[in-house]
């Protein structure tokens, strides 16, 4: 089995995976590190709309002498679903990558290879907030401890976080001179 994106082909013989972190060690070195920048820029990305819409119910219900105010039930669930479409879209998008993961280099790929999609990226995201809610510490040991870097996850959904640069490298632009 292979997979071709744009001209690069990584090969699956056998039932391995696409990605060998010993045949290609480039595609992970310093993964683990962005991906916590990742992280946090994609929690404050998350954020600003959130807090947003949390500031105009507070002034919403001022101007409603109070009524505004019942909207506030409606925060939590809207914060969740913002979150979980934020993730899928930008992982089911054409980069398989969300904002924080563009920004630190990073691309989402399956084992085998092919790129993220929304379910996918959804589900990454519900998975990631479960595992951390119950195995903090944990989930991170893991990634420490595996050649892919790959977290608890990332195991249980078959995906595997990359440095988009090695992948894909960037043509250079002819020089001019």
């Known amino acids: ?7 690069n082909a990584w090969r699956n013989d056998g039932g391995a995976h696409a990605y060998d972190p010993y045949l290609h060690p480039d595609l ?9 920048f990742a992280f946090l820029i994609d929690m404050v990305v998350i954020s600003v709309p959130v807090i947003l819409g949390y500031l105009f119910i507070a002034v919403f219900g001022v101007v409603t002498l109070g009524i505004g ?5 409606l925060a939590w669930p809207a914060s969740v679903v913002w979150a979980i479409v934020y993730y899928g879209a930008c992982i089911g ?3 398989s990558a969300t904002i924080g993961m563009r920004v630190m280099d990073l ?3 399956t084992w085998y290879g092919a790129p993220g999609y929304f379910v ?4 990454h995201a519900v998975l990631f907030w479960v595992t951390v809610s119950f195995l903090s510490p944990f989930v991170v040991l893991v990634g420490l401890f595996n050649g892919r870097r790959r977290l608890l996850h990332d195991f249980v959904l ?8 090695v992948r894909a490298p960037v043509p250079q632009a002819a020089r001019t001179y």
């Open 158 to 165: 078959g995906t595997v976080i990359i440095n988009n640069s």
């Open 107 to 109: 691309e989402l790929r």
């Open 93 to 95: 998008g054409p980069r």
């Open 120 to 123: 996918l990226g959804a589900t």
């Open 28 to 36: 992970f070195r310093g993964v683990a590190t962005r991906r916590v």
């Open 1 to 7: 089995m292979s997979y071709s994106d744009s001209g």
């Open 69 to 73: 105010w019942a909207l506030f039930w």
